[in-house]
């Protein structure tokens, strides 16, 4: 009742952009069209019955982060791991940078890729991260911590 | 671990962006989670915001008199939050109101959800969706035709928060005695559409 949702278009108008990042850079460029499409969709889906209009940025990242677990598991169902490819010296063309760093970032467990995303890219506070990985603050400190410590190691070696 | 952070940032720039054919508001359409498109519409009362639901349409305003974040709220407040724009879902209205302006239309054939009018103000407002083109009636006269011959003010203040300007005509709608009286967006623009219609010379 109380809640007062912004209109749509205006949370895809500030999100679009850093959310699709956010996918490219956890689950690859091959599958982040398909999680981008459905990470929107099932937020319009949802969006009328949200309680609340606080968190919206943690609740739209939540949504992504379960299409990009989502792809993740399709992918190793598929017989040949799509994971080999960056390893063969040709990163998808369209992805300039780091590739090698987002081979890394993929590898880490769920939450510690959202959190090393959110927190290094997006500046994402503790308690907003809390609430996307959907753990404690402290947990969500932890991921980040974990997350950017094992990047650190891969790239020293 | 900030240097960590700062690599990631600094390779996230590298990162591209969306592709332009990962438009939302169309497979939104598909799916029917679209509960209110919008578009921009150009006419020579200046920029239009136009919003239609699956039942019709809902709303146009004046962006020079209303910004339009502020119409777009008020329609995620009211009507549904699920407010996207997609111009192609406009295009019937658009046509009919280029149509109007160029003089070539004389009534509207979209149809129209009443969802942002409640009670008596939608009753003036029915009544005046009632006057024709190059007709105008009275505050009194809708007023009356709306079952209360006596709220007149009411009537006033119902057509000015018409959310349909000129496709419902409060603009067609007059002081007792021929005064041209409010409108939504100026009273130049209601001048403009009266002499658009050959009521007013």
Redesign the interface.
Known sequence: MGV???????L?DEH??DI??YL??TVG?VDA?DC??ET??AA??A??GLKRADNLRAWLYRIAQNKAIDAHRARARRPLPVEVVPDQGTPPP?????PE??AR?RELPPKQRSA??C???LGMPYDELAVVLDSSREAARRN??EG??R??EE?DR | MKDMERIIRDAAGGLPGVAPELAIAERAEDEGLLDVAYASVDSPLGSLTVAVTPRGLVRVSYDEFRERDRTLEELAERVSPRVLELPAKLDPIRRELDEYFDGRRTAFDVPVDWALTRGFAREVLRATAGIGFGDTGTYASVAAEAGSPRAVRAAGNALGSNPMPVVVPCHRVLRTGGALGGYTGGVERKEFLLRLEGALL
Do not use: C, M, N, T
């Open positions: 007062r949702l912004p209109p749509f278009q205006a895809l679009r952009s699709y990042r490219v850079a460029a069209d981008y499409q929107w969709i319009l889906r969006y009328p369209e992805v300039d940078g780091r760093l987002w970032v090393v995303f927190r290094s890219v980040v911590h950017l410590k990047l650190r790239l």
